[in-house]
C-alpha cells in the first residue's frame, strides 16, 4: 500500500509522533474519491442530512465532513465504551493480546465492513449529546459484543467523541 513506512524506517522503528501522524495521514489517504480509504457503508435516509440543515442551520463542519470525520475517530479512539476499546479487551481476555499494528488493521477491516447512520432530526445518543450541536450517528461495527457505539460530530469544530453503550 502506498505511503506505508520505508524500509530502513520500518528496521529503526524510530519515529517521532509527528512523523507517526503522517504515516497514519498516508495510510488513510487515497487519491482517487474523498481521500479516506475505509468506506463504510452511509444508511442514512436519503434528505436526512438537509432535513438537520433546515433545522438546526448550516454549520462550518458539513454532514459529508462529519462523516469522513468519524471514521478515523472511530478506528483510533480507545478510551471509554469504544469498538476499539472492546476489540482490544476481548482479544487480551482470549489472551491473544494484538500490538497496535495489529489493532489498527482489525478496527479499519471492522469499520471498512460497518455502517454510519446519522440520528434522525431531534434525537440523541446515549449521553444525551446535544443535536442542535452535534452530527450524531449510530455506528454499527461488529466487535463481538452487544454493544453499540455512537460517534458524535461537534458541527463547528469537527471535535469528535465515540462512546458506547451495553
Known amino acids: 500500500m502506498a505511503g506505508r513506512l ?7 522503528g524510530s519515529s517521532t ?12 489517504k487515497r487519491p482517487d474519491d474523498d481521500g479516506l480509504e475505509v468506506h463504510p457503508k452511509d444508511t442514512t435516509p436519503a434528505g436526512l442530512p438537509d432535513a438537520h440543515v433546515a433545522e438546526y442551520g448550516k454549520t462550518p463542519i458539513s454532514y459529508k465532513k462529519a ?10 479512539q480507545e478510551d471509554g465504551e ?3 476499546a472492546i476489540v482490544k479487551e ?6 491473544h493480546s494484538l ?3 495489529e489493532l489498527d488493521r482489525k478496527m479499519t477491516k471492522l469499520v ?14 446515549e449521553n444525551g449529546d446535544d443535536p442542535r450541536k452535534n452530527w450524531i450517528f449510530s455506528v454499527n461495527v ?6 453499540g457505539f455512537w460517534a458524535s460530530v461537534d458541527r463547528n469544530t469537527g471535535e469528535v467523541s465515540v462512546t458506547g453503550f451495553n
Open 17 to 28: 509522533p509527528a512523523q507517526r501522524e503522517a504515516n497514519l495521514t498516508k495510510i488513510y
Open 99 to 101: 500490538s497496535e499494528a
Open 112 to 125: 471498512d465492513e460497518g455502517s454510519f447512520e446519522l440520528l434522525p432530526v431531534g434525537e440523541s445518543d
Open 142 to 147: 461488529d466487535t463481538g459484543s452487544d454493544h
Open 90 to 95: 476481548t482479544a487480551e481476555s482470549e489472551k
Open 82 to 84: 469504544t469498538p476499539r
Open 67 to 76: 462523516f469522513q470525520l468519524a471514521i478515523p475517530a472511530v478506528i483510533h
Open 6 to 12: 520505508g524500509l530502513a524506517q520500518r528496521k529503526s
